[in-house]
């Protein structure tokens, strides 16, 4: 059944017209609640049991799990992105004079661990650009993604949609020619994971990394990680006690244990039981599978047609609809449309949304309304004359 809105299940202001959850995602009443919970819960610290700091992490990794289309065993618990791209290029092989691919002004925590690593392990790494053209433009830069790839590379870091005007990459298809020339495929998720779907075993993905507190509607400083068998051997960023085998033996934990627990386990950072943020992030989870990602696409693909008719008919760019996430719109400016002006009457009008250079990001979700998206065409149409 396709989702009507759903902005009876969050507490958003009435006269605000928020179409920025790509910023960052508004917490639904039963996230609020749960960490509400929490905080009660650590008021009085009694009342949880030895059990209680891996009950919640055994709860939310096989939901995370379910998301993404992977087993529960692989998903590590994360304070941000930078933490578990950080993951990655600890672990990170390759023969000096390798390389890295990586896509035009991508989000910097997918930028700054690669140039690291790479002058670490005497790596190169290339940057794929988008074509000069913007006929096309999400194509023609997938195209090169795929074309920059060869048996010398180690890595490719992409995003699943580009954060800053939405172009969706082809994971599917870079996925299959990473693995042909031996390269890892690790993917930032998190402008798209939760309102887009994604397979990592149809995508062959090694990594993905998600921050929680935009399109996984939970809190902010923590996020969810994906990490392949690749890594069942690696090094941790830190050696938290709750990661050994045994750990939940309270009694026995100065008998020392070599071993990590099993899979990604070792990856979780430290005090991941967190009492308040992990069951707010649990609750997201579930209220998002009970939505559904594809339905949440349907419901922003309806509720923005109205914008995208008439953004091509009055000269503004948007990414080919074959080649953006519905969920995210890049809006580049026509010329004539003074960028300081539609600021001022954006926030005068109490319509919310990025502003990227000469672009806008729309970044809607099932709170919006058609009153959103008719408040942000008055605007647009308001600056025309």
Request: net charge neutral; charged share 20%.
């Amino acid at each position: 059944m396709p989702l009507d809105c759903q902005k009876h299940l969050f507490s958003l202001e009435e006269n605000v017209h928020y179409l920025n959850c790509s910023y960052m995602g508004p917490l639904l009443k039963s996230v609020e609640a749960a960490g509400v919970e929490g905080v009660l819960q650590k008021r009085n610290p009694f009342r949880i049991p030895p059990g209680g700091f891996f009950s919640g992490a055994a709860e939310l990794k096989p939901l995370f799990a379910q998301l993404v289309g992977g087993a529960a065993d692989r998903v590590a618990i994360i304070p941000s992105v930078a933490y578990g791209m950080g993951i990655v290029a600890r672990n990170l092989k390759g023969k000096p004079g390798g390389q890295i691919v990586t896509v035009h002004e991508d989000f910097p925590s997918n930028v700054y661990p690669w140039q690291r690593v790479a002058q670490e392990k005497d790596l190169a790494i290339r940057v794929v650009a988008p074509p000069d053209t913007l006929r096309q433009r999400g194509q023609q830069w997938n195209e090169k993604i795929l074309d920059a790839l060869t048996p010398g590379t180690v890595l490719v870091a992409v995003p699943h949609v580009h954060w800053a005007d939405g172009t969706r990459f082809d994971l599917e298809a870079i996925g299959h020619r990473a693995k042909e020339v031996g390269a890892l495929l690790v993917v930032d998720g998190t402008q798209s994971v939760g309102a887009l779907p994604l397979d990592v075993r149809r995508f062959r993905i090694d990594a993905l990394v998600c921050g929680g507190y935009k399109w996984l509607m939970g809190p902010y400083s923590l996020g969810v990680a994906y990490l392949s068998d690749f890594f069942d051997d690696g090094v941790p960023l830190e050696e938290s006690w709750m990661n050994r085998r045994g750990s939940d033996d309270f009694q026995r934990l100065v008998a020392y244990e070599p071993q990590y627990r099993p899979g990604a386990a070792r990856y979780d950072v430290g005090e991941h039981s967190n009492f308040i943020l992990l069951p707010m992030l649990t609750a997201a989870l579930r209220q998002i599978l009970a939505w559904e990602p594809a339905q949440i696409q349907v419901y922003c693909r309806q509720l923005t047609a109205p914008l995208v008719a008439y953004l091509g008919a009055h000269g503004y760019w948007t990414e080919d609809a074959a080649w953006r996430g519905e969920h995210l719109l890049g809006v580049r400016l026509p010329a004539g449309v003074d960028m300081a002006t539609l600021q001022e009457r954006l926030a005068a009008r109490r319509v919310l949304v990025s502003v990227r250079g000469d672009s806008i990001r729309v970044s809607p979700h099932l709170y919006n309304e058609p009153r959103d998206v008719a408040a942000l065409l008055d605007v647009l149409a308001s600056v025309a004359r």
